[in-house]
């Protein structure tokens, strides 16, 4: 019987989640000549709703800690990727912010618009060296814009607490611009695993951690400093 509830209760959120998205989307339409900020805080506050709507249907929650740590200027945000919620949750969190993201999510009716506005930094994963180059090229341009750039650096999901392989291009990016990165652990796969579409109660905690200056270190110990952070924040 608490499986049955749990399935309706996801159905109920995946209900709201379509209606919120497409209205979210078409709204692009309405909003696409305004300068970026404010696309990109009308758009998220659609991810806010979202959240809310997690809250009531699913009884999922969220802690944040270290909000102080986030610096007033724009930095690349390297976090752990568990499942689909930080990618809503984080864009929000950090608007503006652009995130990194898979190109074939641009291809989604209504939804790649939205992303497209939000002016996020699709790339093609088949090409792994392609990809990089285009992270360094346009995170550098989004920073000078005044944007944060959001990475996931294990470039996938990764469904277990452990994390997998950290990639440099984050690190990259940050000692190539100049600017800090800043940490970010979460367990959002306890809630929302990414192999199950069922939501589990309870408490989906993020843990923000001190910006790590870049002026010193190579790309690979900057990345190794972060993901050793990262590993210990939860």
């Given at each position: 019987?608490?499986?049955?509830?749990?399935?309706?209760?996801?159905?109920?959120?995946?209900?709201?989640?379509?209606?919120?998205?497409?209205?979210?989307?078409?709204?692009?339409?309405?909003?696409?000549?305004?300068?970026?900020?404010?696309?990109?805080?009308?758009?998220?506050?659609?991810?806010?709703?979202?959240?809310?709507?997690?809250?009531?249907?699913?009884?999922?929650?969220?802690?944040?800690?270290?909000?102080?740590?986030?610096?007033?200027?724009?930095?690349?945000?390297?976090?752990?990727?568990?499942?689909?919620?930080?990618?809503?949750?984080?864009?929000?969190?950090?608007?503006?912010?652009?995130v990194i993201l898979k190109r074939e999510l641009l291809w989604?009716?209504?939804?790649?618009?939205?992303?497209?506005?939000?002016?996020?930094?699709?790339?093609?994963?088949?090409?792994?060296?392609?990809?990089?180059?285009?992270?360094?090229?346009?995170?550098?341009?989004?920073?000078?814009?005044?944007?944060?750039?959001?990475?996931?650096?294990?470039?996938?999901?990764?469904?277990?607490?452990?994390?997998?392989?950290?990639?440099?291009?984050?690190?990259?990016?940050?000692?190539?611009?100049?600017?800090?990165?800043?940490?970010?652990?979460?367990?959002?796969?306890?809630?929302?695993?990414?192999?199950?579409?069922?939501?589990?109660?309870?408490?989906?905690?993020?843990?923000?951690?001190?910006?790590?200056?870049?002026?010193?270190?190579?790309?690979?110990?900057?990345?190794?400093?972060?993901?050793?952070?990262?590993?210990?924040?939860?």
């Amino acid at each position: 019987m608490g499986r049955i509830w749990q399935a309706i209760r996801a159905l109920l959120f995946y209900t709201g989640l379509l209606v919120l998205v497409l209205v979210m989307s078409l709204s692009v339409c309405l909003v696409v000549f305004f300068p970026v900020g404010f696309r990109q805080r009308w758009l998220t506050y659609g991810n806010k709703l979202i959240m809310v709507w997690l809250r009531i249907t699913c009884g999922v929650k969220v802690a944040v800690m270290g909000i102080e740590n986030i610096p007033k200027e724009p930095c690349v945000v390297l976090s752990n990727h568990q499942s689909t919620w930080e990618t809503f949750f984080l864009q929000h969190l950090f608007v503006p912010a652009s995130v990194i993201l898979k190109r074939e999510l641009l291809w989604i009716p209504l939804f790649g618009w939205g992303l497209y506005a939000m002016r996020a930094i699709a790339i093609k994963r088949s090409n792994p060296a392609g990809a990089i180059r285009q992270v360094l090229k346009l995170g550098k341009q989004r920073i000078q814009e005044g944007m944060n750039v959001v990475i996931f650096p294990e470039g996938t999901r990764i469904r277990t607490p452990e994390l997998g392989t950290f990639m440099t291009s984050g690190a990259a990016l940050a000692k190539s611009a100049g600017v800090s990165i800043l940490p970010v652990r979460h367990n959002a796969g306890d809630c929302w695993p990414a192999a199950s579409w069922l939501k589990t109660p309870g408490t989906i905690t993020v843990v923000i951690g001190a910006p790590i200056s870049t002026d010193e270190l190579s790309p690979r110990e900057l990345t190794e400093q972060a993901k050793q952070w990262i590993a210990g924040a939860l």
